[in-house]
């Protein structure tokens, strides 16, 4: 099964006027996507995908990975992902290259299971589960403007409504308004918006007063108030607060019962993040930006995290981030996989949840899954009672739609072997 020709698939963004039009609740997600197809000379077609800074994952992808992949056997997952990971390591790993390992690595094992005639769940040694339960991170898109409800007062109504689709646990960042953005020095905390909707992106903050602090506290509050405790909270911090913060926001959390508090510290000191899990009951989530093993080894062996969130379209795909589940598992920790990036990123966390023994829940944004997750795939995702599940088809289950790169403002790159001889 030999990789034939590398292909990548980025869109331009829609200018803003014309997009408001389209979707007042939400932000362009397209544009900051990035697919990619290795095709092989079987004829079978492998997918994966990745999420940010689209244009420079490709350039990554073609300029310095299609040479080691073209010619090569699709079998060989764990030889290619340790010979681009080696090349990327070569000047410091991470960022775009890793993505680019990441959806090269997907559609790889994208191929075998297509190859073999089964589902990923099957190849990585068959599942644990065959449905995994799924929490809200409240986002708009679509007919469900949920940060628009959660963020003007109705976070009680919104979970009501969550509730009725069967869906028992939501992430909100209360406490993200009050903390530092990028808007420069005279205007510290004002909000900035990118693609269309407010960043959570920001420089530390160092302090957060009382009332602000009870303000955040009032949206669960409003959720307890309407649904007890039938609804789980989880919270996130976006790496926005110093350390003294971070223990006063997670000591206020503590009669709340909340899920986790997620990466409420940048996730570059280890230590930071003992001292905080020793200062409260709260369950701390280490996520997404803490990439490959090596990183989280780290939280788990300093006893730093409760809750292991990795990413597998940012840190590695199947061949890294099984290896940090384990890893998890080892510490008798629990798994949830991040998911806010894209249609395919969603489906192979799908299959990993379905595989590993220490998967808790999977996140999930309802409104990407009932919007524009179903102009990408062929497929739609199986929702029901709060639970997702897959379709059992070979591979990840799930293709391109068939007229995905002829949309306007697809940007289409091909490597093939021709290529490579004119180097």
Known sequence: MKIVKVETIWFEAVPE????EREPHARQALPNNLWVRLYTDD??????????????????IHDLFAPLLIGRDAFDTENHWNNLFSVINFCGFAGAELRAISAIDVALWDLVGQHL??????????????RIPVYNTCVGSGRYADYTAWTQGKAGELAKDLLNQGITAMKLWPFDQFGNTVAGPDKPREKVSIWGQETAAGPLAHSISSAELKKGLGIIEDIRNKCGDTMAIAIEGHARWDLPCSIQIARALEPYNVLWLE???????????????????????QSERAFTRFRFREYVEKNAADIIMPDLSWGGGFTETR????LADTYY???????TIGPVALCAALHLMLHIPNAMIQEIVRGYIDS??????????????GHLRLNGKPGLGMALRSDFTSRPGAQVTITTEDDLKRW
Request: glycine share 6%; hydrophobic share 40%.
């Open 263 to 285: 990466e409420i510290m940048p996730p570059d000191n280890i230590d930071a993040f003992v001292r905080l899990k020793a200062a409260t009951s709260v369950r701390i989530c």
């Open 117 to 130: 005639q089964q589902p990923i769940y099957n190849v990585l040694g068959g599942r644990n589960r065959d």
């Open 323 to 326: 290896k940090v589940c384990s």
């Open 372 to 385: 524009w997750y179903k102009d990408v795939l062929d497929e739609p995702f199986l929702l029901e009672d």
């Open 17 to 20: 006027a014309i997009w408001r």
């Open 43 to 60: 004829g079978l077609i492998g997918l994966g995908e990745t999420y940010y800074l689209p244009r420079a994952v490709s350039a990554i």
């Open 333 to 339: 920790l629990p798994i949830t996989l991040h998911d």
